[in-house]
DNA sequence: TTAATTACGGACTATTCGGTAACAAATATG
DNA sequence: CATATTTGTTACCGAATAGTCCGTAATTAA
């Protein structure tokens, strides 16, 4: 019965992600929706309801593509220790200036809104358990959960701070000293 | 010869600093900033020059407290150790849900505008250096200026992606396993 | 073919945005 | 006292804000 729709839905999903990955949610106005994805303010709030949803919607696809390609290296071939050293340098070489979305949502919105902050934790939450899988690859982790743990936390924290540091503009050399650090505190 | 001014511009610097820190740059409207300083915009403007100018402001002024508080414990006394762990530690127990506004401004501003990247890169450059300094204190360290250098800028990610994760909600007891590893790892 | 349903685009809403101009009150210096 | 200067206040500006309404086009099921 419906008339179909003349524009690719994931297409649009993919600009509206960029644009508050670049602008943060304040920082993006519904005119530069429109102007990313090409289509009309009426279309894009018959597909996500309000801006929130368009949010929301962005941090799901974030979720389902960037963050999952990072899961994805975690727990590709080779040793555990490789593919950590992997995941952390790749994000120094390819620098994003825009970070991390769920990083950026983390500090603009997950205090002030419960759907974006569940929505981080859940992220997050996805992130340490794919670290704690990683290092259960590793003799010295394996059998202690507590030690594992932590481990885990405390990785996902330095995988935050690299990005923000990144973001922030820190000089290459500085970030690959910091990566070097992390792998021998492993 | 001038009217002397009928209001305290630090006090009202001090509400302009925590309007920034709970919502951010473009969540804070001109007329937020009147309201948390019950000054009129005129007031404001004339102070500042712009809103970019109130929000660099914030900027310094957080160095200049929070930021200075936060390098004060790592030069007190005690043990480096000891001083490293009480500041993480202290981050956690009094959880700020504002977050930090040296890793907000990273997040939000850093990459949009040059005048707030270099604040906050002089900032994050401030806390490495208070960093260093600790673990000169330490054996294993003060020899060794690129095992130094590398564990410092490792800290501040740790620090950022900490005061982030307790920003996002995440449960205290994670986060005390997260700095119980960091102090492992030294 | 007709009816139901959806997509689309433009016009429109009321409000808020950052920023400015104008002016009277207050004060210190001449 | 007079004058220069800064204060605080009100009013105002055009542009942008998030969100809605509605008429029209397109499509499929009955």
């Known amino acids: 019965m419906p008339r179909p729709r003349g524009f690719d839905?994931?297409?649009a999903l993919d600009a509206i992600k960029a644009t508050f990955w670049t602008y943060g949610y304040e920082g993006t106005s519904i005119q530069r929706l429109e102007d990313a994805t090409g289509l009309k303010k009426q279309s894009l709030y018959r597909l996500y309801g309000d801006k929130r949803g368009m949010y929301l919607a962005a941090l799901k696809a974030y979720d389902e593509h960037e963050n999952a390609a990072a899961i994805d290296t975690l727990t590709a071939e080779g040793s555990a220790r490789d593919r950590l050293?992997?995941?952390?340098?790749?994000l120094i070489d390819d620098a994003d200036p825009r970070g991390c979305l769920?990083?950026?949502?983390?500090?603009?919105?997950?205090?002030?809104?419960?759907g974006s902050g569940a929505a981080v934790r859940a992220m997050l939450s996805r992130l340490r358990q794919a670290f704690e899988a990683a290092l259960g690859a590793l003799d010295d982790y394996r059998q202690d959960d507590r030690l594992?743990?932590?481990?885990?936390?405390a990785l996902v924290a330095s995988?935050?701070?690299?990005?923000?540091l990144i973001k922030a503009g820190e000089p290459a050399d500085r970030l690959h000293a910091l990566v070097a650090d992390i792998m021998k505190s492993l």
């Open 148 to 153: 594992r743990a932590g481990k885990a936390a």
């Open 159 to 164: 995988y935050i701070g690299l990005r923000v």
């Open 85 to 90: 050293k992997r995941l952390f340098t790749s």
């Open 9 to 11: 839905a994931d297409a």
């Open 102 to 114: 769920m990083c950026n949502a983390g500090t603009d919105q997950a205090a002030l809104d419960d």
